[in-house]
């Protein structure tokens, strides 16, 4: 009868494991762990099967390419003419030397033969730093060209345009290629637009923007909300349009004394580091249906980044090409 309450009385073994005090242990153990793999892993590639491993995304090698056809509401893949229509919009990688035959945009004009819309922006960015565009305008004037207001404009020929207050406050600053872009975009009828294809380069990520919102991820704030709101508009209004995103390339951080080191170890703005923008970008999209061509891993990498660069982000011409490379197999993928 004692033996028999002693053992009623005694705490199984994995109970004792589970006690309080021990799970505390193990896990002051694993937060110690997790710091000094993070320590000695800093400005590492992030393993992309430990990322994706909850999330049913499928990515090409080492990249997070993921290159889907546009479909029709039965699922059908709607097949792309030969010569498409297409519109781009981004900053500098579209937008350096516009008028240049070795412009990105020229470049893949050239190549396909196709109908090309070039609505780039020199110095915008996709996180909007006044949500209240039409109630501050001259606060931030370089609002006014941000992938959201822009995809408004596209979407809606009655919303309201005035670079007015812009050009007072920019001065000289302003872009020179602003109002022809505006009036661009008022002359193109998007029902014969084919494909958009989107691409900025690091310019949030060194401004410190804000990267990303996963309670809203349309956050138009963000980096890569403004962008998933911006898809979601043109999709809701122009469904038979093939969307194609493309990340920024590699760009290298400048440091506090001007030298150029890895953006996987420097942040700006209380942010994070570039991979994460491209990261959680690649997500965001990903949930809108869209392609993603990363540029960031497949194409001009820490690796290579000093063979395509100019400075520290912007392409030089052989940058440009490997871009337009890339651009084509993503936009071809389909064709056969």
Request: aromatic letters at 14%.
């Amino acid at each position: 009868m004692e033996n028999e309450k002693n053992t009623q009385g005694r705490k199984p073994f994995y109970k004792k494991l589970l006690s309080p005090h021990l799970l505390l242990l193990l896990l002051a153990i694993l937060i110690v762990l997790f710091t000094l793999n993070r320590f000695n892993n800093w400005g590492i590639k992030i393993d992309l099967d430990e990322f994706f491993k909850d999330k049913e995304i499928e990515y090409d090698d080492d990249t997070f390419d993921q290159i889907l056809p546009l479909t029709d509401k039965e699922g059908k893949i709607v097949k792309q003419p030969e010569n498409p229509t297409i519109v781009f919009m981004g900053n500098s990688p579209f937008a350096d030397d516009r008028n240049d035959p070795d412009n990105l945009v020229n470049m893949i004009a050239k190549e396909t033969g196709s109908t090309v819309y070039n609505l780039s922006v020199q110095g915008s960015y996709l996180a909007v730093l006044n949500p209240g565009l039409l109630l501050r305008p001259a606060e931030y004037p370089m609002d006014s060209f941000n992938f959201y207001w822009m995809a408004q404009m596209i979407c809606d020929p009655e919303f309201p345009c005035d670079l007015t207050a812009a050009k007072e406050v920019m001065g000289d600053d302003f872009p020179e290629e602003g109002q022809e872009v505006y009036n661009l975009i008022k002359s193109i009828d998007f029902n014969d637009v084919d494909v958009l294809t989107i691409m900025y380069d690091a310019g949030d990520y060194f401004a410190g923007h804000l990267m990303y919102n996963d309670e809203e991820i349309t956050d138009i704030r963000t980096f890569s909300g403004n962008l998933t709101a911006g898809i979601e508009l043109i999709q809701n209004v122009y469904p038979h349009i093939r969307i194609i995103v493309m990340s920024p390339t590699y760009a290298y951080a400048i440091d506090h004394d001007g030298n150029y080191i890895s953006s996987d170890q420097f942040t700006y703005g209380g942010q994070d580091v570039l991979s994460t923008y491209v990261i959680k970008q690649c997500y965001y999209t990903l949930s809108k249906g869209v392609t993603y061509v990363d540029h960031l891993y497949g194409t001009i990498t820490e690796d290579n980044a000093k063979e395509y660069l100019i400075d520290n982000y912007h392409l030089n011409l052989e940058g440009r090409k490997k871009v337009a490379q890339r651009f084509l197999y993503a936009l071809n993928y389909f064709n056969d």
